[in-house]
Structures are given as structure tokens and as C-alpha cells.
T-cell receptor
Framework: NAGVTQTPKFQVLKTGQSMTLQCAQDMNHEYMSWYRQDPGMGLRLIHY???????DQGEVPNGYNVSRSTTEDFPLRLLSAAPSQTSVYFC???????????FGPGTRLTVT | GQQVMQIPQYQHVQEGEDFTTYCNSS?????IQWYKQRPGGHPVFLIQ?????EVKKQKRLTFQFGEAKKNSSLHITATQTTDVGTYFC???????????FGTGTRLKVLA
């Protein structure tokens, strides 16, 4: 089992560019989520999904889109990158949404 | 908005001393989970408590969930250098799958 994988590990974008952060899990988990972590802070929920075809907004959804066409994949799209989106992004999954979350290694994004 | 505060923000201890971090939520949580994040790493699950007043132990770590399901604590007895990292509490607000993470407590252990 690879667990939760994220690509890329590092990314630098210019303001206004768009990109997709990839997240995949091979544990057949129904629940997947995206968080951002800013320096010295906790994790803030961006979007989450309780199953294929179902997504919902978290605490800080503005500027981000998600879709869940398969159980395995949960990509996060930045529509028009802004410097305020400079952060470390973590994807996580759990079996049913109210238990242990498994985190990916993270993507460090810098927007200049 | 809903938030989860942890105190202290930082703690430096001598190896062998005890350590406690407290987690206080502005809203009721369905359950409380604790995670540890090493510098440069990702959060790793430690434990989950579900019932109000629940207490669980893992070797030198003791976890408690408050009666009102709005607060929790993590106590480490006789810290070791391997305990270094940031400890986060987290939980879904009652009746939802929206997780809130605490602000974290960064522990440094001096040998």
C-alpha cells in the first residue's frame, strides 16, 4: 500500500496562473480532504468529500475547486493563484469520515 | 467562527520532565483526535476519543476528552527526545464531517 500520495512535492507559480495538485489513495477510503498549513499554524480545511461524486466546502474554500470522480483521486485546483495561497497543502483520507485520517507528504506551494 | 485553541503554543522541557497540552474548542466535537507532526513532516494520527469523559493511555501518553466534548488534554510522562514535534488536536464539529484542527503545541525536549 502506498497510502496517500501527493504530487508535486514543490511548486512555484506566478500570480494568476492555474494548476492542479494531485492526491490519490489506495486504501479504498470514502472520505478525502484537503488542508492548508501556514507557518506556525494549524491545518485549515479547504474542501472535503464523503464519497465519489460528493464534495463540500470547508473553512477556507475560496480560490479552490475540487471534484471526486473516483474513490481513489481527489485533485485540488487553484483557478488563479494569489500570493495568499502560498502554503503547504496536505491531502488526507479516512475510511468513513469520523476516524483516523491518513495524511499525504504534502505539497509546498509558493506563489510569487 | 469555530475555533480550537491549544495551550501552550510552545513548550521546552528537559528530558525526563512531564508535558501537558490542552485543547479547547468553541463548539462541541463528535470526537477528538490527536496528531503529531515532526518538523518538515506530515501529521500522524496518535489516538481518537469518542465518549465524553473518556481517558486513554498509550505507554507514556495519556489522553482525556472532556465531559462537554469541547476540551481535551494530552499528557506525556517522562519526555524523551523522540517526543519532539508539534501536537495537534482535531475533530469534526458535531453532526458534520468538517474537521477543525487546533492551533498546535510545539514541544522541544532538551537532552
Amino acid at each position: 500500500n502506498a497510502g496517500v500520495t501527493q504530487t508535486p512535492k514543490f511548486q512555484v507559480l506566478k500570480t494568476g496562473q492555474s494548476m492542479t495538485l494531485q492526491c490519490a489513495q489506495d486504501m479504498n477510503h470514502e472520505y478525502m480532504s484537503w488542508y492548508r498549513q501556514d507557518p506556525g499554524m494549524g491545518l485549515r480545511l479547504i474542501h472535503y468529500s464523503v464519497g465519489a461524486g460528493i464534495t463540500d466546502q470547508g473553512e477556507v474554500p475560496n480560490g479552490y475547486n475540487v471534484s471526486r470522480s473516483t474513490t481513489e483521486d481527489f485533485p485540488l485546483r487553484l483557478l488563479s493563484a494569489a500570493p495568499s495561497q502560498t502554503s503547504v497543502y496536505f491531502c488526507a483520507s479516512s475510511r468513513n469520515g469520523d476516524g483516523e485520517q491518513y495524511f499525504g507528504p504534502g505539497t509546498r506551494l509558493t506563489v510569487t | 467562527g469555530q475555533q480550537v485553541m491549544q495551550i501552550p503554543q510552545y513548550q521546552h522541557v528537559q528530558e525526563g520532565e512531564d508535558f501537558t497540552t490542552y485543547c479547547n474548542s468553541s463548539t462541541t466535537l463528535s470526537n477528538i483526535q490527536w496528531y503529531k507532526q515532526r518538523p518538515g513532516g506530515h501529521p500522524v494520527f496518535l489516538i481518537q476519543l469518542v465518549k465524553s469523559g473518556e481517558v486513554k493511555k498509550q505507554k507514556r501518553l495519556t489522553f482525556q476528552f472532556g465531559e462537554a466534548k469541547k476540551n481535551s488534554s494530552l499528557h506525556i510522562t517522562a519526555t524523551q527526545t523522540t517526543d519532539v514535534g508539534t501536537y495537534f488536536c482535531a475533530g469534526p464539529t458535531s453532526g458534520t464531517y468538517k474537521y477543525i484542527f487546533g492551533t498546535g503545541t510545539r514541544l522541544k525536549v532538551l537532552a
